[in-house]
C-alpha cells in the first residue's frame, strides 16, 4: 500500500522556524522527484520545492528562496522540508507528493504561522 505521510506542523511565531518530514511506503523512493506543495485557505495549491530523484538541482518557488531548504534521505525513504524565517503569509497546509511513472500525495501537515 503506497503511503505518504508528513509530519511536522504546527504553530509557530513569525520568523520562528519548523521542520517537515515525508515518510514514504509502498512503492521505490529513490526513483521518484519529491516535492513539497502548500494550499491555504480559499486558496490554489501552489509549488513550494521539488527535489529530484537524483538529489541534484532542487527547485523553489520565489516565495521561499532562501528561506526554505528541501532534502531527501533514501535510506529512510524520506524527505525534509526546513523552512527558516517564516511569514504569516506561509500558513497552509504543506503536502508531500511523488512523482514518476506514478504520482502519490500525502494527506498533508497544518503549518500556522501567527504571533
Known amino acids: 500500500q503506497v503511503q505518504l505521510v508528513e509530519s511536522g506542523g504546527g504553530l509557530v511565531q513569525p520568523g520562528g522556524s519548523l521542520r517537515l518530514s515525508c515518510v514514504a511506503s509502498?512503492?521505490?523512493?529513490?526513483?521518484?522527484?519529491m516535492s513539497w506543495h502548500r494550499q491555504a485557505p480559499g486558496k490554489s495549491r501552489e509549488l513550494v520545492a521539488v527535489?529530484?530523484?537524483?538529489?541534484?538541482?532542487?527547485y523553489y518557488a520565489d516565495s521561499v528562496k532562501g528561506r526554505f531548504t528541501i532534502s531527501r534521505d533514501n535510506d529512510k525513504r524520506t524527505t525534509i522540508l526546513q523552512m527558516n524565517s517564516l511569514k504569516p503569509e506561509d500558513t497552509a497546509i504543506y503536502l508531500c507528493k511523488a512523482t514518476s511513472r506514478n504520482t502519490y500525495w500525502g494527506q498533508g501537515t497544518q503549518v500556522t504561522v501567527s504571533s
Open positions: 509502498g512503492f521505490t523512493f529513490s526513483d521518484y522527484a
Open positions: 527535489i529530484g530523484d537524483d538529489d541534484r538541482s532542487p
